[in-house]
Nanobody, 122 residues
Framework: VQLQASGGGLVQAGGSLRLSCVAS????????MGWFRQAPGKEREFVAS????????GYFDSVKGRFTISRDNVKNTVYLQINILKPEDTGVYYC????????????????WGQGTQVTVSS
């Protein structure tokens, strides 16, 4: 499966963004999906994940209550709604697809998109 992320940009602290990740192919609903981010000089970190049917979700503690992951299996798309953005949310956001549990580890995912840059100014 190929993943194409979009929706990033430059936004002031307190603002919102909606990231999208479109998957190719007709088997999107068989994949668990995740969002990760990587800030300059830091390791890639888990942000959020969602089960195949969209019922189950998981979040990194620092984004709980501000980020919402969702998916549309008809449109082959997973979304990440980001509210109340903070400067520490700055980074490249990657979507990923996996065949196992919707876990928080990069190894839980097999396919990765190219990333979309989110920059939050203070």
């Amino acid at each position: 499966v190929q993943l194409q992320a979009s929706g990033g940009g430059l936004v002031q602290a307190g603002g919102s963004l909606r990231l999208s990740c479109v998957a190719s192919g007709r088997t999107f609903s068989t994949y668990t999906m995740g969002w990760f981010r990587q800030a300059p000089g830091k390791e890639r970190e888990f942000v959020a994940s969602i089960s195949r049917n969209g019922v189950g979700t998981g979040y990194f503690d620092s984004v709980k209550g501000r980020f919402t992951i969702s998916r549309d299996n008809v449109k082959n798309t997973v979304y990440l709604q980001i509210n109340i953005l903070k400067p520490e949310d700055t980074g490249v956001y990657y979507c990923a697809a996996g065949t196992g549990q919707y876990g928080p580890m990069p190894d839980d995912y097999t396919y990765w998109g190219q990333g979309t840059q989110v920059t939050v100014s203070s």
